[in-house]
């Protein structure tokens, strides 16, 4: 019995991060984190970005309360952004900024993307990264996967 109610309130705080993170845009959120506080639920979202996500006079924290009130009936939800201090070494951020440098450059310009994405995150201090870019859009017609990964 006990077990059950722990999954169902661990499936109910998987769907409320989903839907946080699909609601403020994957491209500009790195991650929500949970937690549970006298007051009510605190959602901390950590982003790169955090004056879109907050928007103009904070209309999205307020919209996504509303939402979480409703729908997952939460009595008083408290939404904090934090900021990613360092873009280059967040492993969602620095994936999401690969994906958008390959939608814009085109799939024939990606090892030199990875490339810089490998060098400006050692430089910021990563002991290592290892990237793998994989699927049928990459050189050749077939599905291929690359890995690259730094020489330290």
Not at 60 to 65: D, M
Not at 76 to 88: A, F, G, K, L
Not at 91 to 106: F, L
């Amino acid at each position: 019995m006990i077990e059950r109610q722990i999954l169902a309130e661990k499936v109910r705080e998987r769907e409320i991060e989903e839907f946080v993170l699909n609601h403020l845009g994957r491209l500009s959120c790195s991650h929500v984190k949970l937690q549970r506080t006298p007051l009510g639920e605190k959602i901390t979202v950590y982003t790169s970005k955090p004056g879109m996500i907050v928007g103009r006079k904070g209309e999205n924290i307020k919209e996504i309360t509303t939402i979480l009130k409703e729908k997952y009936k939460m009595e008083n939800p408290q939404i904090e952004v934090n900021e990613i201090e360092n873009r280059d070494l967040d492993a969602a951020t620095v994936a999401k900024g690969i994906v958008n440098q390959i939608e814009s450059y085109g799939p024939k310009r990606f090892k030199p993307i990875v490339h810089k994405t490998i060098e400006s995150s050692i430089k910021a201090g990563a002991k290592g990264i290892e990237i793998v870019v994989g699927g049928r859009g990459v050189p050749s017609e077939r599905a291929k996967s690359w890995r690259f990964s730094s020489d330290i």
